[in-house]
């Protein structure tokens, strides 16, 4: 059930990621910080279907951790959370063709063993 | 307001020193949100599990885990990961994401601490050595990454 869990909340971060990243990114750069612009830039990205589903995967997420936590120690939830980093950067590299040198490729794999450790 | 003093403005009278004044200023700002962030991030996670472990399983009832935000250490936990994600999208709109990640990942070396001191969880030699590798791993991450990727368009 623990990894049934962390499966969930893994897919679904990494899901509610991606998502979120292509609605920004159609969206575009966001140059005006003043709250009036922020507040018009909110409900524009409200009305994207991709920030939508980004938002409906994150609940996914947050309602899995909050059951991981009732059931397995916050030491293991919150590091073994980290995971979502593996499949978010390989999202990136193949769907958001994001370049990632070889620093990060060794800094997923140093999560991936450290996940493998606390495991 | 810019970060850093340029050449050109240390060469203007009286500019240089509100360039540093801004520089220290930013710096500062920085270094607090970076620990509110690190702070509200730890915090809420050990708000919301002390909060889960008294109710329990909730089972597999979404009735029952939207029921449970409503228990006080539960609610805390919520407020502190909210205050976690506002002020974690507002650093980031000004300070590097190679910066900031880094910088924050010593929120899962705490929070291991927080677990073994506050909630009373037995961590095995094993088990923090994973921390530690997945913080080393978060903040190898961070020192790659640039603070925006030019190419590609997903559409």
């Known amino acids: 059930m623990k990894w049934l869990l962390v499966l969930v909340q893994v897919a679904s971060q990494t899901t509610g990621e991606v998502f979120r990243a292509i609605g920004m990114r159609q969206h575009g750069e966001i140059h005006d910080f003043r709250p009036g612009a922020l507040g018009r830039v909110a409900r524009v990205v409200a009305r994207n279907g991709m920030i939508i589903s980004s938002f409906c995967a994150m609940a996914v997420a947050f309602f899995s951790f909050m059951k991981l936590v009732a059931i397995a120690p916050m030491s293991f939830a919150v590091p073994v959370s980290a995971a979502s980093l593996i499949p978010e950067t390989i999202l990136a590299r193949l769907l958001l063709r994001e370049a990632v040198d070889w620093r990060r490729w060794t800094g997923i794999g140093l999560i991936a063993v450290g996940v493998l450790l606390i495991a | 307001m810019p970060a850093t003093s340029s050449p050109a403005t240390e060469m203007v009278p009286g500019v240089h020193n509100d360039a540093v ?23 809420g996670n050990s708000a919301l599990t002390k909060g889960m472990k008294q109710i329990g399983d909730p ?46 990942s010593i929120a899962y070396v705490l929070t291991a601490f927080a677990g073994r001191w506050l909630l009373g969880e037995n961590i095995s030699l094993k088990r923090w050595a994973g921390i530690v590798l997945v913080t080393a791993g978060v903040t190898v991450v961070g020192i790659s990454s640039p603070p925006s990727t030019v190419e590609g368009n997903p559409g």
């Open chain 2, 59 to 104: 089972g597999n009832s979404p009735v029952a885990l939207i029921g449970a935000l409503f228990h006080p250490w539960v609610a805390v936990g919520v407020a502190l990961l909210i205050a976690w994600t506002a002020s974690h999208m507002a650093l980031l709109s000004w300070a590097d994401l190679s910066y900031v990640l880094p910088v924050t």
């Open chain 2, 21 to 43: 004044r801004n520089d220290a200023a930013l710096r500062s700002k920085t270094r607090l949100f970076a620990a509110i962030v690190v702070l509200t991030n730890v915090a």
